[in-house]
């Protein structure tokens, strides 16, 4: 073990410490300049470094919250002021081919296995609605016999293992300590590799931005205290939004009172969207 | 309210053949994209010819070994192209390169690229290394000089150094 030429061990142990302390500085240096994405689990030291108890910004500490989204699919009633709110209140580009929510319609027709399956996009809908701004549902089905059917809103996710950030080439989309995944649209070159690997379909790219964008349940609303804009515009209660580390926030209380499911669990995502009231063909 | 004509009735249809997020009927990744295999395909299959002869020592491959080489290089120079004019952002392109995202195959996959562009640039210099050594020693101003630099100094043509490249 020991050096035959030094036998007590001293200058191993010198060069043991200084090492130590050389580690230490770096690491302190990383803390100092840790960008938003790689910040280790050390709120404190990097609220000290801030000013204040409460990081990434005075007023709001993301390690405080654990936020997730639920959806009573039975009560929607498709009416698609949800997708209207969102667009309007996150700069959506205003066509039929991109959206950060949207609604899906499940019809099982009387003597069919399968559900038909269409959502606002839908050239029919579009042609109902009169333009490619404006949402509606046609009435398609009036005239077939309808055994079943029901609207599922959509979202993003804000998985716990979101395959958009794996595969991000430059970091710019990364998850925040709060849960919601978030794109710093400085820093996206616009590839849209994240686009082909959403397995939701929840991402889209902005041409005019030449980024891609998505749902972030409305991050600039929530960390002030706010509810997500299409939770506010929903009249029927379809969407919950609220903190699990709140037992008595909806979400938790959603959580708790009903039997939820994910959507594709297979995908390994591990969604954070919750939902009740849809069928094993929901996906 | 159903639209009529052809694309109204693939519409009709379109219940029975399936659904599509909305945000799936753009399509992310087009035509610059498919460019970009094609010169790749280009690049390797000019590569695996030179090295047919250069590694292999296929003496029929002669005569294209040092053409197929260029080839390579050239247009692995313009691979990126089609990469570039498809992004949202290409002045940012770099970043994927100063800050790589190492759970990203396209970040990994670019500094392999430019890793392979550079093994090219070596190995074109070694097979032009007589032909440069000439020039420099025979050539004179400013062309001469700059046949000087490209021979980065090393002028021996002995049977050894030869094999050595």
Not at chain 1, 47 to 73: E, I, L, M, N, Q
Not at chain 1, 81 to 96: H, I, Q, S, T, Y
Not at chain 1, 104 to 121: F, K, P
Not at chain 1, 266 to 276: H, L, R
């Amino acid at each position: 073990m020991t050096n035959p030429s030094d036998p007590s061990g001293k200058a191993r142990r010198e060069f043991l410490r200084r090492l130590g302390g050389a580690a230490v500085a770096c690491t302190g240096t990383l803390v100092g300049t840790g960008s938003l994405g790689t910040v280790p689990n050390a709120p404190k030291s990097d609220g000290a470094a801030a000013g204040s108890g409460s990081f990434p910004t005075k007023d709001y500490d993301w390690t405080k919250h654990r936020w997730a989204f639920g959806v009573d699919a039975a009560k929607c009633i498709g009416c698609l002021r949800c997708v209207e709110a969102c667009k309007a209140e996150n700069n959506v580009p205003g066509d039929a081919h991109h959206f950060n929510t949207w609604v899906e319609r499940y019809v099982y027709l009387e003597g069919e296995t399968g559900a038909r399956v269409d959502s606002h996009h839908d050239p029919v809908n579009i042609a109902a609605s009169g333009s490619e701004g404006e949402y509606r549902f046609a009435n398609r089905y009036k005239d077939a016999k309808v055994e079943k059917a029901f609207f599922v809103p959509k979202l993003c996710n804000q998985c716990t293992h979101p395959a958009c950030v794996q595969v991000c080439p430059t970091g710019a989309t990364f998850q925040t300590k709060d849960g919601v995944v978030l794109i710093d649209d400085k820093y996206c070159i616009g590839c849209q590799y994240c686009v082909q690997a959403c397995p939701y379909g929840a991402r889209y790219f902005n041409a005019s931005k030449g980024v891609s964008q998505k749902c972030y349940w409305c991050y600039h609303r929530i960390t002030k205290g706010l509810q997500p804009a299409c939770v506010e515009a929903c009249p029927v209660g379809a969407r919950v939004f609220g903190d699990r580390n709140d037992k008595q926030s909806p979400i938790s209380l959603f959580i708790r009172n009903n039997r939820v499911q994910v959507l594709r669990p297979e995908s390994g995502n591990a969604p954070n969207v919750f939902y009740v009231g849809i069928d094993k063909e929901v996906s | 309210m159903e639209p009529g004509g052809f694309w109204g009735h693939l519409v009709e249809i379109a219940p029975y053949t399936g659904y599509v997020y909305p945000n799936e009927t753009v399509i992310p990744w087009t035509v610059l994209i498919v460019v970009y295999p094609y010169l790749t395909g280009l690049v390797a299959g000019a590569f695996t010819v030179s090295s047919l002869y250069h590694v292999f020592g296929m003496e029929r491959f002669r005569p294209v070994g040092q053409f197929a080489l260029l080839t390579a290089l050239a247009f692995m120079i313009f691979v990126p192209l089609p990469l570039l004019l498809h992004l949202g952002n290409p002045q940012r392109a770099f970043n994927t390169m100063l800050t790589p995202h190492w759970t990203s195959a396209m970040a990994v996959f670019g500094l392999f690229a430019s890793f392979y562009v550079i093994l090219l640039i070596l190995e074109i210099w070694f097979m032009f290394r007589p032909y440069i050594v000439q020039r420099a020693q025979h050539s004179s101003g400013f062309i001469g000089r700059l046949w000087h630099v490209a021979s980065l100094g090393s002028g021996d043509l002995s049977p050894k150094a030869m094999r050595f490249d």
